[in-house]
């Protein structure tokens, strides 16, 4: 494997990745403008198909879906449905040619015989392939936002971005889907007002409705199924057809039947798009052809029950903002699905009016993305995007209850905490079950973490104190800390939620990944805390320029001997753990010094409404507005 | 998390709050410590950063939602409240808990709409007049806090009523 050399002359371009379930984008910010890159497959469409040949090559793509009837077990698409997925979930057995290792297991695993990939490194293989065309059009690629639908839980999440990181690529964020698309539109025409975003793609489903006020991209709420798509009406199609092909059991629905069938319904549904009625030649049973006739009108009918379901959603988001319909300024169209005419004229009906779909809703959400990557690359202040948790976190109680600690909408980041005592006399530990979700029972909610915490000194029960603090950060990825407070004495238990691959199963798989694995691993760690050290050092360079004032004679000093430290290790060092030491020791001399840059900032902030203030939003609402213009639809 | 939200977002303690002003706070603090911004400092900065946003977004939370509003202006006057810290409620209204905690258990099982609209409507009217006679109550400085309590006890009461029939209205359509 080539490693593309760093030249800290050459800036490296950040890239938005949509991570689709039937289709993956990568675009980048060019003159301000969004722009997809051409993937491998020269167009800006890469298929999310990965196809395991026998003899150990993987192909991605459109050469990869080429394999889908010939090979159907080896040839994975929609892998996204089974992300974060246990082994046995529901999603595993549904109608599908795929192959699982059984079991119990954390996730799923693909059956390809001697190979057992998970998710995630089906993901990883999409998310290289991506890379690879970035790279070839950009030369040095920075980091990356990679998108992933509003409404995916907690090990959703984990797994993309686990699948980011094994394919190599600094995830400098995980941003909800609708979210980038109300970025991409800008919502130029009206800069301020509230917005629904009805997303339907290939294998997922989102609401989200959000406020756009002064450069700020404020999401009420979002609400969706991450398991309902295009997928679902194919597999509607694909049922009929394969009991008209004579396919109407398990023993006659081989993969490879089941395969065309999948196949033949996406064509039916892609050519009901623009006509009333669609035949095609399906191969029956025992041999011939048969005729297969479908009307738009039988194909609406049978969406129809998939369609309500986005509906309740549509109404418990609006529930959920505290707003009615006609409060919206607007609704913008995401996703292939919302190509199909019975779902605009649903949406309309909805809504009670006409949605926005002047973007491609196939590109709108990477243009987002890229957008975003942009932005972050660059910490610029004209726009804020804020995002809300989709799913309620909580605790499992006695008796199998949940104990909501964090509400869903709520924004992020965000933290709470909850306490609890334990319930028999001379209790010893406490048994933790972390679970999202909105159902009542814990049984009923996504399972994300069990812990114990032991140790806890024989008391009467009631008495010992268990603190449980719930951390969301902007990624909307969780951490759980438990502290037992009783008698003075504590005791702390930091918990990841485990669902998936552990870090060293990550770190493993991306030394597998490099030829010459430890080396190159070797080498990237310290081409990262390289960037990592330039990065810092400018930052504490803007930091001296505003706010010196605020440091002690003695502190400053301190600084300056971490800053000269850290700058002879980057230009000298080959050993990362030697920039990371610098860095770490950087950071320790500045700590208290942003505490105290922080309060400065909050009280400028608070302050709010002085004629400074007031000039300078309104110098920001203009720039937003430039900005808008800029960036705005084509 | 243990300061007071009041002062986290800069807004003046009373519990008739402007929510616009709320909102336009909390997304000024939010342009100033949103991660977003910190993308490219050092991580001592990044985790101050994270950690404030987190405070003000909880406090935010918490001056959104009238009860908790309630309960961070008795932490205020040192009282502390919670439930089964108020006062029992009195037998009038716990009669009407029961009634009404009856019809929705019928309207769970024969789904009825209307009737579920009508008691949603029905409820929400109370709220509203618990709240307004919460916010002349915290007006009177010299009104003993018990008085609070136990008005309190009954907004808590019709705010999960009201949570408990929306999530039925959820299922239903």
Known sequence: MLLDIFDPKAPPQAIGIDL??????????????????????????????????????????????????????RTIAS???????????????????????PGEGAVVRFDLGKLTPSAVEVSAEILKSLKQSAVDQLQHVGGAVITVPAYFDDAQRQATRDAGRVAGLEVLRLLNEPTAAALAYGLEKQ??????????????????????????????????????????????????????????DARTRTPEVVSIALEAARRAKHALTENAKVALELPKKGGGDLSFELTRADFDAWIEPLLERTGRACRRALRDAGLAASALSGVILVGGSTRVPRVRSYVEELFGKAPLADIDPDLVVAYGAALQADLLARSSDE?????????????????????????????????????????????????????????????????LARFKLSGIPPLPAGLAR??????????????????????????TVEVKPSYGLTDDEVERMLIDALDHGEADFELRRLRDAQVEATRILLATDKAFDSDADLLEPAERARIEQALTDLRTAVSSSTQASRVEGAIAALDDATHDWAGRRMNRAIQAAIAGKNLGAVEQSVAHAAGVEAHLKKHGAQ | ?????????????????????????????????????????????????????????????????????????????????????????????????????????????????????????????????????LDRQFADAQLDSVEILKKLGQLRYYRRFLDEAQAIADDLF
């Open chain 1, 466 to 491: 268990l603190e449980v603090s719930f951390h969301v950060d902007e990624n909307n990825l969780l951490s759980v800390k438990a502290v037992e407070l009783t008698t003075g004495l504590s005791q």
């Open chain 1, 20 to 73: 689709g379930t039937t289709n993956s984008i990568v675009a980048h910010v060019r003159d301000g403008r969004p722009v997809p890159l051409i993937t491998c497959d020269g167009s800006p469409l890469l298929p999310s198909v990965v196809h395991y040949g026998r003899e150990g090559t993987v192909v991605v793509g459109r050469s990869a879906l080429s394999y889908a009837t010939r090979e159907p077990e």
């Open chain 1, 191 to 248: 800069k301020n007002g509230l917005f629904a975003v009805y997303d339907l793609g290939g294998g997922t489903f989102d609401i989200t409705i959000l406020l756009l006020e002064d450069g700020v991209f404020q999401v009420k709420s979002t609400g969706g199924d991450s398991a309902l798509g295009g997928d679902d009406m194919d597999r509607e199609i694909a049922e009929r057809m394969l009991n008209a092909m004579g396919a109407s």
């Open chain 2, 1 to 133: 998390m243990t300061s007071d939200p009041f002062e986290a977002l800069g807004v003046e303690p009373v519990f008739n709050l402007d929510l616009a002003l709320l909102e336009q706070r909390h997304r000024d603090l939010s342009r100033t410590l949103h991660p977003d911004r910190h993308a490219v400092s050092g991580a001592a900065e990044r985790r101050r950063a994270l950690g404030r946003a987190i405070e003000v977004n909880e406090a935010f939370r918490q001056l959104k939602d009238p009860v908790r509003r309630a309960e961070a202006l008795l932490a205020r006057r040192g009282v502390q409240s919670g439930e089964g810290k108020e006062p029992p409620a009195p037998p009038a209204l716990l009669m009407e808990v029961m009634e009404r905690r009856e019809a929705l258990a019928e309207i769970r099982l024969s789904k009825d709409q209307v009737a579920l609209g009508r008691l949603i409507a029905e409820v929400e009217q109370d709220e509203r007049r618990v709240r307004a006679e």
């Open chain 1, 383 to 447: 726009v804020l995007l804020l995002d809300v948790l989709p799913l309620s976190l909580g605790i499992e109680t006695m008796g199998g209850g949940v104990d909501k600690i964090l509400p869903r909408n709520t924004t992020i980041p965000a933290g709470a905490k909850a306490t609890f005592t334990t319930y028999a006399d001379d209790q010893t530990g406490f048994d933790l079950h972390v679970v999202q979700g909105e159902r009542e029972l814990a049984s009923d909610c996504r399972s």
């Open chain 1, 79 to 101: 892998v996204k449905r089974f992300m974060g997925r246990a082994a046995g979930d529901s999603e595993t057995t549904r109608l599908g040619a795929y192959k699982f290792v």
